[in-house]
Every structure is written in structure tokens, then in C-alpha cells.
């Protein structure tokens, strides 16, 4: 009999062990709804799956990617310096190379540099007129949230468990050992009070 009592904490780590693999594998399975008496058994991920959808898109477009960050970083000073140094310079080189060969050296050189002159006025200001007006219309029709919610929502979830169990195999490894050693302690404790009681 005391024999036996001594299986009490490995019968409990096996017990806390199978719950915990349970409870993982219950996150992703079942798949379809299922019917156990009168209780309907799905998997939280495919059972939540548009909730979720939702709940990132949220997150992303107010927290992680929201329209005016993105805006404010294409609208940098530096990064419309760069652009319009980028145009200016591939506009002066068709010029220079379009001008004709018949005209003087100097010539050629006075009058692609006061064309890129002009050029490089005109750009920077067309630049800053165009990317406020392409700002605004990206703010009012950008659906970021929407795109990311439509892309979770179709997300396959087998591609979904395999994701989540390749990030996460340690961390749901430790789960599990996590569920054995604390059904360990709790069939420690019930063997100590058998024999307490006994």
C-alpha cells in the first residue's frame, strides 16, 4: 500500500504534464467546432481568429504603425533633400548629355548650370507641395488596420500553429515541464496528507 502511495506525485506530474500539452494543443485544435454533449469544444485561435484579426489591426494602425508616424517620416526635411538632390542630379545629367554638341564648352556648362539651378528651385518646392498633397490623400485613404485585419483573417491556420510553435517551442516546452512539476508538488502534498492521515 505505502508502495503505491509513493506513485501519488509521479501520477501528478503526469497528470500536470498531459494538462498542460492539452491545454497548448487546445489553443489550435480543434479546428471546426465540435459537439461534446452540450458543450461545443473549438480551439481559442480558430475560435477567436477575427477577434484577433481585429484586435492586431487595432494595435498596429494606433500603436505600432499609425498613418501620421509613417507620414511625418517621409515628410523629414532630409529625406526631401534627398529626393530632390536625386531628381535634380538625373534631370542635370539628361541635360548635359541633351545639349547639343555643336555648342561652345562653356556654353554647354553656363547653361546646364543655370538649368539645374531652376531645376533644383523648382523641384524642392514641387517636392514639398506634392508630398503634402500625397500625405493628405494617404491619410484619408489609408486602411491599414483594414489591410492587416483582412490579412489575418485569411491567415491559414496551419501556417498560424507552425509560426506560433516555431517562435515559441521552448517557451511552450517549459509549459509543459512547468504543468509536470507542479502536479509533482501537488501529489507531494496529497501523499504527505495520506500519510498524515493514515
Known sequence: MEGRLLLIPFIGAGIGWLTN?????????????????????????PKRQNELAKAIAVAVEEELLPVDNLLGRIRRPEFL???????????????????????????????????????????????????????????????????????????????????????ASNELKHIEILGAILGFIVGLGQLLIAAWLV
Open 81 to 167: 533633400q534627398q529626393l530632390t538632390t536625386t531628381v535634380v542630379s538625373h534631370v542635370d545629367g539628361r541635360i548635359r548629355d541633351g545639349l547639343p554638341g555643336f555648342l561652345p564648352a562653356n556654353l554647354r556648362h553656363y547653361v546646364a548650370d543655370m538649368l539645374r539651378e531652376v531645376v533644383s528651385r523648382e523641384t524642392s518646392l514641387l517636392i514639398g507641395e506634392v508630398s503634402g498633397k500625397v500625405s493628405e490623400q494617404i491619410r484619408q485613404e489609408a486602411q491599414v488596420g483594414q489591410l492587416v485585419e483582412e490579412r489575418v483573417r485569411a491567415f491559414d491556420l496551419d501556417q498560424l500553429e507552425s509560426l506560433v510553435v516555431g517562435l
Open 21 to 45: 500539452v492539452v491545454a497548448i494543443r487546445m489553443l489550435f485544435r480543434p479546428k471546426m467546432p465540435i459537439k461534446v454533449g452540450g458543450l461545443t469544444v473549438q480551439g481559442v485561435l
